[in-house]
């Protein structure tokens, strides 16, 4: 069975092509001609809410005394902050997607954490991660309204025809546990291609990542017509 790690962002194409064809499926029934758009000729495609950790609120919690002190209220009012900045990222990666997409011609459409889960189509989703100190991967964690430094967008095309893969596991190591900003083990089943962003960058670094990530989709549907053919 091959195995494919997460690649640098150099295109999609060549991950996805060799994934489709392990065991899961291979990529002559990737997607059903009933599941094209009919004006467009292109499969539908949803897209996920990316993970993302935040500096959790009970974090910021003084259980010792009945009335917060001032110092407590302030690591409150940043977790507030926090998990603002954390959705504002999620919602900048979604909606750059979406919009991508439509620009080229698909029918798009975001999913958010609750929705229901789609039979048909495909879906982009991923995560947001960190490296640490350790060269180990870690769910990113998004502490403040301002914080900064590298966070990495790890993204995947998945067939909602077949069952879903995940994406990660909670890395096996003393003291890690399912928590923000755990060590995680990424899928070397699931094709992931990586982007760098800096925590506080621009809805122009979202922009340019969404229509790199839609060009390789579509490099990939042009480049194995049989994913999409009768």
Known sequence: MTRVYPVDAKGLVLALSTAFFIASGAL?????????????????????????????????????????????????????????????????????????????????????????RPDHGMCIRGLFAEIDKENHWRRAVIRSATDSGKIQALVSVANLDKPDQALYEIANLPGNSNKPGAVITLSPYVPLEKFDFDKDAPESAFQKTAAHIVNDVTALLKANPAAVSQ
């Open 28 to 116: 002559a029934v990737w997607l059903p001609p009933a599941q094209l758009d009919a004006a467009s000729d292109k499969p539908k495609v949803y897209v996920s809410d990316f993970d993302l950790d935040v500096l959790p609120l009970d974090a910021a919690r003084n259980p010792s005394t009945a009335t917060p002190s001032p110092a407590s209220a302030d690591a409150r009012k940043q977790a507030q902050e926090a998990r603002k900045q954390a959705a504002h990222m999620v919602d900048l990666m979604a909606t750059n997607l979406v919009q991508a997409l439509q620009k080229a011609g698909y029918t798009a459409v975001r999913l958010h954490s609750a929705d229901a």
